[in-house]
């Protein structure tokens, strides 16, 4: 029901900024609580930001708090990820995900492939 396509990454050195951005298709983007999740080579896929459905609360990783910003604008269908101050260890693909599950905030920190829509990724890589 919903499809997600993010873009926006690239290659930026230490201490530079990067936006990423995730559209998505079908009539109901703004019914979902939204996620960004990241994934580096050789590691589990964590959790990064999360969002609700009219963007009024949203919560982040510890390791991101004050460094990124997770945004949606509902008639755009797209929800953002600013990117500042970045390091090498942000160095990721990063995804959007949509709850399907009318999850907490919280509780999306562990949304799996098999409980949520998800987009195919785009690459960050922080130069140190």
């Known amino acids: 029901q919903v499809l997600l396509v993010e873009s926006g990454g690239g290659l930026v050195q230490a201490g530079g900024s990067l936006r990423l951005s995730c559209a998505a298709t079908g009539r109901t983007f703004s019914n979902y609580n939204m996620g960004w999740f990241r994934q580096a080579p050789g590691k589990e896929r964590e959790f990064v930001a999360a969002?609700?459905?009219?963007?009024?609360?949203?919560y982040y990783a510890d390791s991101v708090k004050g460094r990124f910003t997770i945004s949606r604008d509902n008639g755009k269908n797209t929800v953002y990820l600013q990117m500042n101050s970045l390091k090498p260890e942000d160095t990721a693909v990063y995804y959007c995900?949509?709850?399907?599950?009318?999850?907490?905030?919280?509780?999306?920190?562990?949304?799996?492939?098999?409980?949520?829509?998800w987009g195919q990724g785009t690459q960050v890589t922080v130069s140190s």
């Open positions: 995900a949509a709850d399907s599950r009318a999850r907490t905030l919280q509780a999306m920190v562990v949304m799996t492939s098999s409980s949520g829509y």
């Open positions: 969002i609700s459905w009219n963007g009024g609360n949203t």
